[in-house]
């Protein structure tokens, strides 16, 4: 009997893992529109050492990334965790500590919080009373603003949350859905005390005690999962081949290719939200209605390497984040050579920043060398190195990170019903713009493609 034939489109970590699992499975295929795999998994050299300027860690506390790196062979020897995990806040003028026991920006520690000199005594004062402030009993989603802004007070949204979100959605906390962006606070909020505080210090004492690292790398940089999964997949794996349009057949689906079309049983889509959108526009309309409908965010990160004589008086910690209320460029800057214990060998100091919000593209509008510039002068300043750097590339993320907003999980709900209601056997969507943008998620997301793949070739046999 001839295997079940599966195409998958977009050879990022979804897409190539998912087609990884089902490599036993069935006669799988990946076609990636660009000539580089890893969608946004790269390394790049600088100064001398490989540097990840996309994702740069996976998120430890959820197994399935570590898991997966593990399946592919890769040891201890491999797997570096952050030598620091304390983050600065670069606000009201000067660097300040994250305090402690926040919860995505969240705070539950007063103390810690006033410590860090976050916020003015007013600010402080309000954030305070958040255990007086009557609950309002509203039915579903909100705004990340909302919530917690109304618990807190504005100034705790605006210096604590939305520089950590930025980090994550590079997004708007006037439109992040509470319910998807910040599932945990989401999950605080929802438990009977009137205290968001008590809620979220309940949930931190009944969360299992962990003592491994919350974030880890790759030694060599985090290409190396995606060489590792495209070496195992061999010529399954076909770059520079965007697919065009798909469409149903008889029993299965129809690839347009640029000069050839490919049968496939069974079709995973692991691209984001807009090439999802327009290859979806023919057969399952609703759905790409759906999908064209979540926001995009363009970032950039600009790696920097300084004469390590020039960092001396550098911070300690692994980076800092900036509220876009500075004014700033940049949104957040990681120190690699605190962060990363493989990359503290002294020969350079190096820093990669971000830039580009969703509603902010001033940065993005800067050519390549102005940016470059500007960014390396605020770095400067902020972690008071005594040069400017002696190498700097600037790589563009164009409409990479989708934005949860307001109402998410009801898209997604409405997106898997349609799927249903038209019978759309065979067709699976996967990738970011669905269940978390973290690469363990993705991890977790490509396992549970694979298996809904298999259940459908299944029920087809
Ligand atoms: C700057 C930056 C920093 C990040 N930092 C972190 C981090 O530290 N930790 C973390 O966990 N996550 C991080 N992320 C998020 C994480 O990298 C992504 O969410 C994840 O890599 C997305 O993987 P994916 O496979 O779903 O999609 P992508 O990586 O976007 O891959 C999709 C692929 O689809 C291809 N494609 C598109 N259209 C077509 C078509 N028509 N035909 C064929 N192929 C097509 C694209 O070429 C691309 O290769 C970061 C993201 C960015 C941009």
Redesign the pocket.
């Known amino acids: 009997m001839s295997r079940p034939r599966v195409a998958v489109?977009?050879?990022?970590?979804?897409?190539?893992?998912t087609a990884w699992r089902l490599r036993d499975d069935a006669d799988v295929v990946v076609?990636?529109?660009?000539e580089?795999?890893?969608?946004?998994?790269r390394t790049i050299e600088l100064a001398d050492r490989p540097l990840?300027?996309?994702?740069?860690?996976?998120?430890a506390r959820q197994p399935e990334?570590e898991a997966l790196v593990r399946a592919l062979g890769f040891g201890d020897d491999d797997l570096v965790a952050p030598a620091t995990g304390q983050v600065h806040l670069w606000t009201r003028g000067r660097l300040r500590p994250l305090p402690q026991n926040t919860v995505m920006g969240v705070p539950t520690d007063l103390r810690a919080l006033a410590r860090s000199g976050v916020l003015t005594p007013l600010e402080l004062a309000r954030a305070a009373v958040e255990p007086l402030v009557p609950r309002r009993q509203l039915a579903g989603d909100r705004s990340v603003g909302d919530l917690i802004g109304e618990r807190f007070g504005s100034a705790v949204v605006e210096r604590l949350v939305e520089p950590l979100l930025g980090?994550?959605y590079a997004g708007d906390t006037d439109r992040l859905s509470a319910e998807a962006a910040t599932a945990t606070v989401w999950a605080a909020a929802q438990r009977p005390q009137r205290s968001l505080t008590a809620a979220l210090r309940a949930h931190r004492a009944d969360a299992p005690s962990t003592d491994g690292p919350v974030?880890l790398?790759l030694r060599g940089g985090l290409t190396r999962l995606i060489d590792r999964l495209h070496s195992e997949l061999g010529d399954r794996v076909r770059s520079a081949?965007?697919?065009?349009t798909v469409e149903r057949s008889t029993g299965g689906w129809r690839l347009h290719l640029d000069e050839r079309v490919k049968v496939a049983d069974a079709v995973v889509l692991?691209?984001?939200a807009p090439?999802?959108a327009?290859?979806l526009a023919e057969p399952v309309p609703e759905v790409a209605r759906e999908l064209a409908g979540i926001r995009m965010a363009s970032?950039?990160?600009v790696a920097l390497a300084y004469d390590p004589a020039d960092a001396v008086d550098a911070p300690q910690g692994s980076g800092l984040l900036v509220p876009r209320g500075e004014g700033r460029l940049i949104k957040a800057v990681t120190i690699s050579s605190r962060k990363w214990p493989h990359h503290a060998d002294g020969a350079a100091f190096v820093v990669r920043a971000?830039v580009g919000r969703v509603d902010d593209v001033r940065a993005l509008e800067l050519d390549d060398d102005t940016l470059a510039e500007r960014v390396d002068a605020e770095v400067r300043w902020a972690l008071r190195l005594r040069g400017p750097a002696r190498e700097r590339t600037v790589?563009r993320?164009p409409r990479?990170?989708?934005q949860y907003d307001v109402g998410h999980r009801a898209r997604v709900d409405r997106v898997r019903f349609a799927l249903e209601a038209m019978d759309a056997r065979g067709l699976h969507i996967?990738?970011?713009?669905f269940d978390?943008?973290?690469?363990?998620?993705?991890a977790r997301?490509a396992q549970g493609l694979a298996q809904a793949v298999r259940e459908d070739l299944a029920r087809v046999s």
């Open positions: 489109i977009g050879a990022g970590l979804t897409g190539l893992a076609f990636d529109a660009a580089r795999v890893g969608g946004q998994v990840d300027v996309g994702a740069d860690a996976l998120l990334g980090g994550v974030f790398t081949t965007p697919v065009r692991a691209v984001p090439a999802a327009a290859l970032v950039g990160v971000s790589v993320w990479a990170l989708p996967g990738g970011a713009c978390g943008l973290g690469l363990s998620a993705r997301d």
